[in-house]
């Protein structure tokens, strides 16, 4: 036990940068959960226990609570062990938070709203560097008018609800600024996988989404952003979402569409549509696209304005036809350009025959049409 107070008191030095790389627990922090067979404890830096009992949810946010009020920078608590909360339930945290989850959170029954196991507003430096959810959450994360985030490495295998939700949506004169997310892991959540609202400033390593109801990510009115890998399989089956979608306004920096939003790879296979660029967005370039099967458009630019597919290569193949479409409400599209492209056993179409300066070039095309305006 003296080990563990050792660590607990010796905190965590302030304005450290967060050890990406480090297992989860390891490092010094300012506050600990554990389990012993049914009863949770939580401890504070001095290694006084906060919460006895059975209700993990409440033994977490006791264990948050007893971080120092008022602190300017963060401290950290970690968890250790599996825990049970309810769908109608939250885990709150407040500003200069890091909260590592070494263990799973199995969220049950059902709820409505902005419930998720890991909830933050108006707050501004929120780490989470691990996090594993089971179950039949709303959210499992939930990010709401905040800034300085970095999320971690981040499982969820999913009965229900939308993976990771970061947004603006309570106040929307201000941005949500500087999110860093490592890796998220998304398995058959009833909405996305990851979606962005009001966002400026995303860093994004790999989002994976198996057989998830809507999209991989979905990114809307979000600037300044750069995305590594967008892996999704089974995405939106039956739908219109994509792998990869991007709507209302994102990338849209004041009246403009300057090269901002940057996505590495975006691999698709089977689900609903494999890129899709919707209602005024733009201001896109993604380098490689791996595409085949899709039950819906493998890529469909609709009322979006220049965009890049493909920066360097891509292959398109089987599913539904690679579309430059226009909606009446919104200005046509611009400034599409395809390009670096193989594409077999699907069509490649410009309709209606509105918008300006798109362009093909260098395609191959196999067992192929292209009706272009």
């Given at each position: 036990?003296?080990?563990?107070?050792?660590?607990?008191?010796?905190?965590?030095?302030?304005?450290?940068?967060?050890?990406?790389?480090?297992?989860?627990?390891d490092?010094?922090?300012?506050?600990?959960?554990?389990?012993?067979?049914?009863?949770?404890?939580?401890?504070?830096?001095?290694?006084?226990?906060?919460?006895?009992?059975?209700?993990?949810?409440?033994?977490?946010?006791?264990?948050?609570?007893?971080?120092?009020?008022?602190?300017?920078?963060?401290?950290?608590?970690?968890?250790?062990g599996?825990?049970?909360?309810?769908a109608?339930?939250?885990?709150?945290?407040?500003?200069?938070?890091?909260?590592?989850?070494?263990?799973?959170?199995?969220?049950?029954?059902?709820?409505?709203?902005d419930?998720?196991?890991?909830?933050?507003?108006?707050?501004?430096?929120?780490?989470?560097p691990?996090?594993?959810?089971?179950?039949?959450?709303?959210?499992?994360?939930?990010?709401?008018?905040?800034?300085?985030v970095?999320?971690?490495?981040?499982?969820?295998?999913?009965?229900?609800?939308?993976?990771?939700?970061?947004?603006?949506?309570?106040?929307?004169?201000?941005?949500?600024?500087?999110?860093?997310?490592?890796?998220?892991?998304?398995?058959?959540?009833?909405?996305?996988?990851?979606?962005?609202?009001?966002?400026?400033?995303?860093?994004?390593?790999?989002?994976?989404?198996?057989?998830?109801?809507?999209?991989?990510?979905?990114?809307n009115?979000?600037?300044?952003?750069?995305?590594?890998?967008?892996?999704?399989?089974?995405?939106?089956?039956?739908?219109?979402?994509?792998?990869?979608?991007?709507?209302?306004?994102?990338?849209r920096i004041?009246?403009?569409?300057?090269?901002?939003?940057?996505v590495?790879?975006?691999?698709?296979?089977?689900?609903?549509?494999?890129?899709?660029?919707?209602?005024?967005?733009?201001?896109?370039?993604?380098?490689?696209?791996?595409?085949?099967?899709?039950?819906?458009?493998?890529?469909?630019?609709?009322?979006?304005?220049?965009?890049?597919?493909?920066?360097v290569?891509?292959?398109?193949?089987?599913?539904?036809?690679?579309?430059?479409?226009?909606?009446?409400?919104?200005?046509?599209?611009?400034?599409?350009?395809?390009?670096?492209?193989?594409?077999?056993?699907?069509?490649?179409?410009?309709?209606p025959?509105?918008?300006?300066?798109?362009t093909?070039?260098?395609?191959?095309?196999?067992?192929?049409?292209?009706?272009?305006?």
């Open positions: 036990m003296g080990a563990v107070l050792a660590v607990l008191a010796g905190g965590l030095a302030l304005g450290s940068p967060p050890a990406s790389a480090a297992a989860c627990g490092g010094t922090f300012q506050a600990q959960v554990t389990v012993s067979g049914s009863t949770w404890t939580a401890r504070n830096s001095a290694g006084a226990a906060v919460y006895t009992g059975t209700d993990f949810r409440a033994a977490v946010q006791a264990g948050i609570g007893s971080l120092t009020a008022g602190r300017t920078s963060i401290q950290r608590i970690v968890v250790r599996n825990g049970s909360m309810s109608g339930s939250r885990i709150s945290l407040p500003s200069h938070t890091s909260l590592s989850v070494c263990g799973t959170i199995n969220v049950t029954g059902s709820g409505s709203g419930y998720a196991p890991v909830y933050s507003r108006g707050t501004t430096n929120i780490e989470v691990y996090l594993n959810v089971t179950g039949t959450p709303v959210y499992g994360i939930f990010l709401r008018n905040v800034t300085n970095w999320l971690g490495q981040i499982d969820m295998r999913l009965g229900a609800g939308l993976g990771v939700r970061i947004d603006n949506r309570g106040d929307t004169s201000q941005w949500t600024r500087n999110v860093r997310v490592d890796n998220v892991y998304v398995q058959g959540a009833g909405s996305h996988a990851m979606e962005t609202y009001g966002v400026d400033g995303l860093t994004v390593g790999t989002v994976t989404a198996r057989s998830v109801g809507e999209s991989g990510l979905l990114l009115q979000t600037i300044n952003a750069t995305i590594g890998t967008v892996d999704a399989d089974n995405a939106g089956a039956g739908t219109g979402y994509a792998a990869f979608r991007m709507a209302n306004r994102n990338g004041g009246s403009s569409y300057p090269n901002n939003i940057r590495g790879t975006v691999k698709a296979r089977g689900g609903g549509r494999g890129v899709f660029c919707v209602s005024e967005s733009g201001g896109a370039t993604i380098d490689r696209v791996d595409i085949a099967n899709t039950g819906n458009n493998s890529v469909l630019v609709e009322n979006c304005y220049n965009v890049v597919i493909a920066g290569s891509g292959t398109i193949s089987g599913g539904g036809e690679v579309r430059i479409a226009a909606r009446t409400e919104f200005p046509p599209s611009s400034g599409i350009r395809f390009q670096n492209l193989t594409v077999s056993n699907t069509g490649i179409r410009w309709s025959c509105t918008g300006s300066n798109n093909i070039s260098n395609v191959t095309r196999v067992n192929s049409t292209l009706t272009w305006c």
